[in-house]
């Protein structure tokens, strides 16, 4: 069964600093992989995926994300924070092999952002 | 356009009783999708839809859970004899009809807030 671990509960930044948030994966195989954003009352909005070739991955609101396979991880960074960023992130992946729609999620990284 | 809403906001309701939660999909997305999110936890599959059929229901925990899509537009999950653990925030998803080199992207409505007393 695929798995999505985020070792960071909770990261406070400050403004203008720059932000790695990190993702590990266990499956079989190359996962989906998708980073998406929850700010409060809002729903989940996807910030990038990775599906195939490079292994950089450009998102929305000047996110990055790269896809290391040797260490099974996904990783989001952004090089400078805006205060807007406060959010909870969640990694996820999704099924290559078994046609499965279902995405699994972490159970997320709540980012705070100091002025 | 409309993204996806869901009806209503917040549900307060007893052990024991039954509820519906509503979820209107993006028009013309063939693919809906359930998920639960407790405190503090990303959110969990519960059940796809692919048009008005459920393809995957492997997420829903016992039969007190139980969805539908009769037209194959809106959906609702029903809840029997709700218990307190089943307070989480519900949130559906859709989705275009699948590529064929990987998942189209799910837009993810707001979700209802349900508290079980």
């Not at chain 1, 909005?45 to 998102?59: C, E, H, I, P, R």
């Not at chain 2, 407790?38 to 393809?55: C, D």
């Not at chain 2, 925030?89 to 009809?97: E, F, N, Q």
């Amino acid at each position: 069964a695929q798995s999505v671990t985020q070792p960071d509960i909770h990261i406070t930044v400050s403004e203008g600093a720059s932000l790695e948030l990190r993702c590990n994966y266990s499956y079989g195989a190359t996962p989906y992989l998708f980073w998406y954003v929850q700010s409060p009352g809002q729903g989940l909005q996807l910030l990038l995926k990775y599906f195939s070739g490079d292994t950089l991955v450009q998102g929305i609101k000047g996110f990055e994300a790269e896809f290391k396979r040797s260490q099974s991880s996904f990783n989001l960074r952004k090089p400078s924070v805006h205060w807007s960023d406060a959010a909870e992130y969640f990694c996820a992946v999704g099924a290559r092999d078994t046609g499965r729609r279902a995405l699994t999620f972490g159970s997320g990284t709540r980012l705070q952002v100091q002025p | 356009g409309a993204g996806v809403s869901q009806t209503p906001s917040n549900k307060v309701t007893e052990k024991g009783k039954y509820v519906e939660l509503r979820c209107d999909p993006i028009s013309g997305h063939t693919a809906l999708y359930w998920y639960r999110q407790s405190l503090g936890q990303g959110p969990e599959f519960l059940i796809y839809f692919q048009g008005t059929g459920a393809a995957d229901d492997s997420g829903l925990p016992n039969d007190r859970f139980f969805a539908v899509r009769p037209e194959g537009s809106v959906s609702t999950l029903k809840i029997q004899r709700t218990e307190r653990g089943d307070s989480a925030v519900y949130l559906c998803a859709s989705s275009d009809r699948t590529s064929s080199n990987g998942l189209n992207e799910q837009f993810f409505g707001p979700g209802t807030r349900l508290t079980v007393l």
